[in-house]
């Protein structure tokens, strides 16, 4: 398996990425399709980012006076480049994060729709009028441009969690600055001059400054998390990294918006559609190589229909086209690189310390690429919900635990520190019903009939617990990127106090 050149270069040429001489201060991007190099960018440092801080604080001073519908335009006009370019920045996504052709297509799909999204929002940011209790006053809330914007994004989503930070930050008068994964940096470049491209046709009304990237690490992320310029910082990426930015964004009083790991189960019911809960957990469990933050990592199943959907499983777990991304036919891609390999197979050693019977995981197609990491997806069959199974482990390692009593499932399914999504299979509405309740599922998605990956931009996305507590991209998550101001109007000739205090002087 080897990329061609060719692709690789049209791709890139199509747009309009530039790439830094490998001299330079760079980062390296390689392909996990067979780990060859896609080209370098260059990075910036500490003083960078906070030179960049400053450009974006004065592009808000302008931005935020621009209307909102006309700060729509400029996102209506970008989702116009992501229309026209969709098929070679969906191809970029699949060369650098190595997923399938049409989950990279449905990557920038996402991006458009949320940019279709906050063009709509655009004329709708509106607060509540809210009834006085004093005669001759008004009372109501408006929603005001809250700052500069940081964005923090994981590799697994290369364009669209940017997206939904990004155009919704844009509608609502902030510039952004965007700190992309260091495994991902070549889709970041695109996506920044692609709405160059944007920016030329809306003219001059738009700020210098609007959007930026900060490529590099760890360090230009705690740049940004640092800079008490930064009004809102929204950190998508493993609760290791959320739990050392948050604070610091937090010691300054800024704003942080933090979209963590997730340890999503699906509980499959004795009234289940079999073949409805086999395909749902095939498809969240293996798709993306199970690195998706909704991936679903746990299966808890009832005993009664555990042999029959375990037998379907497995069958359709020895039937996966595992292989190059960018072939059509294929279903599941590589691991992103050595090390998403290595922390596989360690956790699956743990596993089997810990009493799991474990079937698949293991390295295929070593001879044809060398250099890169593909692996069968594992299922794992657990005696107990034990350590490793409360853990994230960023792989296909499907757990399976059983139960007999809707309400053991439900405890086990609530038991791990994430709290992202879930799922569960059944044919009972009262379990259905009892699944979305206050006493059910603890996840910021809870879902009936269908897997725990896959979320439409409509609705608010994010978990609680070590998730991070953040929502974004549709519902109300815009308010995360205007800040409140209640006011009151008096237009009477008196001046009555509120809990009809006296103080007359
Ligand atoms: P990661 O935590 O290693 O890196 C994510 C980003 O954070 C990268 O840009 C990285 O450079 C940056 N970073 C790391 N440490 C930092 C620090 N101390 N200060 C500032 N920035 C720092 O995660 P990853 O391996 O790229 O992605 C996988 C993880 O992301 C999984 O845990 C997955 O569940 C999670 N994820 C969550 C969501 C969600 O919406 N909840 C979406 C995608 C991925």
């Given at each position: 398996m080897k990329l061609e050149r060719d692709t690789i270069e049209l791709t890139l040429a199509e747009l309009g990425v530039e790439r830094a001489s490998p001299q330079a201060a760079a980062l390296l991007s390689c392909s996990p399709i067979d780990g060859s190099p896609l080209g370098a960018v260059r990075t910036h440092g500490a003083a960078e980012v906070d030179a960049m801080v400053e450009t974006a604080r004065r592009a808000f001073a302008a931005w935020r006076l621009v209307p909102a519908p006309r700060r729509g335009e400029l996102i209506r006009l970008y989702a116009d480049e992501l229309r026209a370019h969709k098929e070679a920045l969906g191809r970029l996504v699949s060369l650098e994060a190595g997923k399938i052709i049409s989950e990279g297509q449905g990557e920038v799909q996402e991006m458009i729709d949320i940019c279709d999204f906050a063009v709509g929002l655009s004329r709708q940011l509106h607060g509540l009028t809210i009834a006085s209790e004093r005669p001759g006053h008004r009372m109501m809330e408006t929603w005001h441009p809250l700052g500069v914007v940081g964005v923090i994004s994981a590799f697994n989503f290369p364009v669209a969690v940017w997206s939904w930070n990004f155009a919704l930050a844009i509608v609502c008068g902030n510039p952004v600055i965007w700190k992309p994964s260091e495994k991902t940096p070549l889709a970041a470049q695109a996506c920044l001059a692609l709405f160059g491209r944007a920016l030329r046709r809306y003219g001059d009304e738009a700020p210098n400054g609007l959007a930026q990237v900060a490529q590099g690490g760890r360090e230009a992320g705690e740049a940004l998390a640092g800079?008490?310029?930064?009004?809102l910082l929204s950190a998508t990426g493993s609760t290791r990294m959320g739990r050392e930015v948050g604070p610091r964004v937090a010691a300054r009083f800024g704003r942080s918006l933090l979209e963590l790991g997730g340890n999503n189960a699906v509980i499959v019911a004795p009234t289940a559609d079999l073949d409805l809960a086999c395909r749902g957990i095939v498809f969240a469990a293996v798709g993306t190589c199970g690195q998706r933050?909704?991936?679903?990592?746990?299966l808890i199943v009832h005993a009664d229909v555990r042999e029959t959907l375990l037998a379907r499983l497995r069958q359709a777990y020895a039937n996966l086209p595992i292989g190059n991304p960018l072939d059509p036919a294929t279903l599941v891609g590589p691991l992103i690189d050595a090390a998403a390999f290595d922390a596989m197979q360690a956790t699956l050693r743990e596993a089997v310390a810990q009493g799991a019977a474990v079937h698949g995981g293991g390295r295929v197609l070593q001879r044809q690429a060398p250099d890169a990491y593909y692996v069968e997806p594992a299922i794992a069959m657990m005696p107990a919900q034990t350590d490793v199974v409360r853990r994230e482990a960023f792989a296909p390692i499907l757990y399976v635990l059983t139960y007999r009593d809707y309400d053991e499932a439900i405890a086990l399914h609530n038991d791990v520190p994430h709290g992202l999504s879930s799922a569960i299979f059944t044919n009972d509405l009262r379990e259905a019903e009892s699944f979305l309740s206050?006493?059910?599922?603890?996840?910021?998605i809870a879902n009936v009939n269908l897997g725990t990956s896959g979320a439409e931009i409509g609705g608010a996305f994010g978990g609680d617990k070590e998730t991070g507590g953040g929502r974004e991209s549709g519902?109300?998550?815009?308010?995360?990127y205007m800040r409140r101001a209640t006011n009151t109007v008096n237009y009477s000739r008196r001046l009555p106090l509120a809990q009809g205090v006296k103080f007359d002087i």
């Amino acid at each position: 398996m080897k990329l061609e050149r060719d692709t690789i270069e049209l791709t890139l040429a199509e747009l309009g990425v530039e790439r830094a001489s490998p001299q330079a201060a760079a980062l390296l991007s390689c392909s996990p399709i067979d780990g060859s190099p896609l080209g370098a960018v260059r990075t910036h440092g500490a003083a960078e980012v906070d030179a960049m801080v400053e450009t974006a604080r004065r592009a808000f001073a302008a931005w935020r006076l621009v209307p909102a519908p006309r700060r729509g335009e400029l996102i209506r006009l970008y989702a116009d480049e992501l229309r026209a370019h969709k098929e070679a920045l969906g191809r970029l996504v699949s060369l650098e994060a190595g997923k399938i052709i049409s989950e990279g297509q449905g990557e920038v799909q996402e991006m458009i729709d949320i940019c279709d999204f906050a063009v709509g929002l655009s004329r709708q940011l509106h607060g509540l009028t809210i009834a006085s209790e004093r005669p001759g006053h008004r009372m109501m809330e408006t929603w005001h441009p809250l700052g500069v914007v940081g964005v923090i994004s994981a590799f697994n989503f290369p364009v669209a969690v940017w997206s939904w930070n990004f155009a919704l930050a844009i509608v609502c008068g902030n510039p952004v600055i965007w700190k992309p994964s260091e495994k991902t940096p070549l889709a970041a470049q695109a996506c920044l001059a692609l709405f160059g491209r944007a920016l030329r046709r809306y003219g001059d009304e738009a700020p210098n400054g609007l959007a930026q990237v900060a490529q590099g690490g760890r360090e230009a992320g705690e740049a940004l998390a640092g800079n008490a310029g930064v009004a809102l910082l929204s950190a998508t990426g493993s609760t290791r990294m959320g739990r050392e930015v948050g604070p610091r964004v937090a010691a300054r009083f800024g704003r942080s918006l933090l979209e963590l790991g997730g340890n999503n189960a699906v509980i499959v019911a004795p009234t289940a559609d079999l073949d409805l809960a086999c395909r749902g957990i095939v498809f969240a469990a293996v798709g993306t190589c199970g690195q998706r933050c909704t991936t679903t990592r746990r299966l808890i199943v009832h005993a009664d229909v555990r042999e029959t959907l375990l037998a379907r499983l497995r069958q359709a777990y020895a039937n996966l086209p595992i292989g190059n991304p960018l072939d059509p036919a294929t279903l599941v891609g590589p691991l992103i690189d050595a090390a998403a390999f290595d922390a596989m197979q360690a956790t699956l050693r743990e596993a089997v310390a810990q009493g799991a019977a474990v079937h698949g995981g293991g390295r295929v197609l070593q001879r044809q690429a060398p250099d890169a990491y593909y692996v069968e997806p594992a299922i794992a069959m657990m005696p107990a919900q034990t350590d490793v199974v409360r853990r994230e482990a960023f792989a296909p390692i499907l757990y399976v635990l059983t139960y007999r009593d809707y309400d053991e499932a439900i405890a086990l399914h609530n038991d791990v520190p994430h709290g992202l999504s879930s799922a569960i299979f059944t044919n009972d509405l009262r379990e259905a019903e009892s699944f979305l309740s206050a006493a059910g599922s603890d996840c910021g998605i809870a879902n009936v009939n269908l897997g725990t990956s896959g979320a439409e931009i409509g609705g608010a996305f994010g978990g609680d617990k070590e998730t991070g507590g953040g929502r974004e991209s549709g519902s109300d998550a815009w308010k995360n990127y205007m800040r409140r101001a209640t006011n009151t109007v008096n237009y009477s000739r008196r001046l009555p106090l509120a809990q009809g205090v006296k103080f007359d002087i």
